[in-house]
């Protein structure tokens, strides 16, 4: 069975410019999760998708970040425009129907974004 | 608001001795504990969790954590260290009020030397 995996890997671009982080979750997982780690802290919830429907997004930033999960399968999340305090590593996850918080949750690699 | 505190950035063993880690944590409401590791290039990957029951749960790679819930904490520990082991660790925490988002620590780099 096939990972949550993240594409790109890495990601540098200019302030001002754009950049679409994707995510692919695990076949057949409900829930979708977007987390970052900024400058070595912690990482921090950015939003949760049950299927399409964005069920909590609370930790996104700014109206800069847009988050999309059409159909349910693969999530993207967009950052217009980029700005120096974006840079980070981008996490994906993903778990099964809820059956409460402690569903495991299973990360991707995650995204580094570095923005000059 | 939920919050973890890893107090330690970094925690040095020699290879064969005992380790721990700490992390500590503040909730309003029964509190699900976990513990991720991450090795250099790859995601998170899940260690082991408390739920209920047993104080003392028992993860992956011969790792345990024992839940103290006077102190609020979840420390992480491994009878004998190896090489391997070294990686960085994240504890996190949720309330089943809301829906799997995971609160985390700032993270605590583990090196374990030979």
């Known amino acids: 069975e096939a990972g949550v995996t993240q594409f790109p890997s890495h990601s540098v671009i200019e302030k001002g410019q754009t950049v679409t982080l994707r995510c692919d979750p695990i076949?057949?997982?409900?829930?979708l999760y977007w987390y970052r780690r900024v400058m070595g802290k912690e990482i921090k919830f950015l939003l949760h998708?049950?299927?399409?429907?964005?069920?909590?997004e609370s930790g996104m930033p700014n109206n800069r970040f847009l988050a999309e999960r059409t159909g349910g399968t693969y999530s993207t999340l967009k950052v217009q425009p980029a700005e120096l305090e974006d840079s980070g590593v981008y996490f994906c996850?993903?778990?099964?129907?809820?059956?409460?918080?402690?569903?495991?949750?299973?990360f991707g690699p995650g995204t580094r974004l570095t923005v000059l | 608001a939920q919050s973890v505190a890893q107090p330690e950035d970094q925690v040095n063993v020699a290879e064969g001795n005992p380790l721990t880690v700490k992390c500590t944590y503040s909730v309003s409401g029964n509190p699900y504990l976990f513990w991720y590791v991450q090795y250099p290039n790859r995601g998170l990957q899940f260690l082991l969790k408390y739920i209920t029951g047993d104080n003392l749960v028992k993860g992956s790679y011969g790792f345990e954590a024992e839940f103290n819930k006077s102190q609020t904490s979840f420390h992480l520990k491994k009878p004998s260290a190896l090489v391997s082991d070294s990686a960085l660790y994240f504890c996190?925490?949720?309330?089943?009020?809301?829906?799997?988002?995971?609160?985390f620590g700032d993270g605590t780099t583990l090196t374990v030397k030979p």
């Open positions: 996850a993903s778990s099964q129907e809820w059956r409460g918080a402690y569903n495991e949750q299973f």
């Open positions: 998708f049950v299927k399409e429907s964005k069920q909590d």
């Open positions: 076949s057949g997982h409900d829930n």
């Open positions: 996190a925490v949720r309330v089943n009020t809301n829906a799997g988002k995971s609160t």
